[in-house]
């Protein structure tokens, strides 16, 4: 599992996240619309979650139905 940001980033891009994980697995660039979640590298610590000030990010097993494909989007950005 892993956690994985959604929607609210977008437009957002605080990066409070990127500061509090402890295994630096969130990545942008700023061509990018949000920050991602690397979930082979996330060590699932939940330190993200509460800093961020738009709640834009859950556990994959809690992310919102209208977001689900955020799940993929996350995953994506480290497949290219
Ligand atoms: Fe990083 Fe922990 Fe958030 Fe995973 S849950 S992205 S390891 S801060």
Redo the contacts with the bound molecule.
Sequence with gaps: M??VICEPCIGTKDAS?VE???????HSTDADPQYY??PN?????????PVCPVNA?Y?ESDVPAEWQNYIQINADYYNK
């Design positions: 892993a956690y996240c509090a994980c402890p295994v630096d697995c969130i979640i690397d590298t996330c060590i699932d610590c939940g330190a993200c979650e990010i556990a």
